[in-house]
Nanobody, 122 residues
Framework: QLHLVESGGGLVQPGGSLRLSCVASGSKLETSIGWFRQAPGKEREGVSCISTSGGTTNYADSVRGRFTISRDNAKRTVYVQMNSLIPEDTAVYHC????????????????WGQGTQVTVSS
C-alpha cells in the first residue's frame, strides 16, 4: 500500500519561501497527488494537485502564482515550492494520493500523509 510522508515545513518570515516534499513508499508513485492545508478553526483547503505524468496541474486561487507543484517519479517525490509566503499560508500541509487531478479532485482522495506544519510569522 502507498505510504506518504511529508517534510520541509517550518517557520518562515513573510515573503520567504519553503519547499515541501511528499515522499512515497510501499509502491510506485503511479497516482495523482494533491496538497491540502488546514489551519486551526478553518476548513481544509485543496492547495494544488498534479497528475501522474506531471502534465496536468491545478492551483487554488489563493496560491496561484506563488506556489508551484512538481514531481520526480524516479524519486517517488512530489514537491510544492512555496514563494512569497504570507501569514494566511500558516497551516498543516498534507499530501494525498487522489483519483486524478481534475474537477472535484479534492473530494477524491485515496490516502493521506501525516502532515507538516508551516508557520509564516515575523
Amino acid at each position: 500500500q502507498l505510504h506518504l510522508v511529508e517534510s520541509g515545513g517550518g517557520l518562515v518570515q513573510p515573503g520567504g519561501s519553503l519547499r515541501l516534499s511528499c515522499v512515497a513508499s510501499g509502491s510506485k508513485l503511479e497516482t495523482s497527488i494533491g496538497w491540502f492545508r488546514q489551519a486551526p478553526g478553518k476548513e481544509r483547503e485543496g492547495v494544488s494537485c498534479i497528475s501522474t505524468s506531471g502534465g496536468t496541474t491545478n492551483y487554488a486561487d489563493s496560491v496561484r502564482g506563488r506556489f508551484t507543484i512538481s514531481r520526480d517519479n524516479a524519486k517517488r517525490t512530489v514537491y510544492v515550492q512555496m514563494n512569497s509566503l504570507i501569514p494566511e499560508d500558516t497551516a498543516v500541509y498534507h499530501c494525498a494520493a487522489i483519483y486524478g487531478c481534475s474537477t472535484s479532485w479534492m473530494q477524491r482522495i485515496k490516502n493521506w500523509g501525516q502532515g507538516t506544519q508551516v508557520t509564516v510569522s515575523s
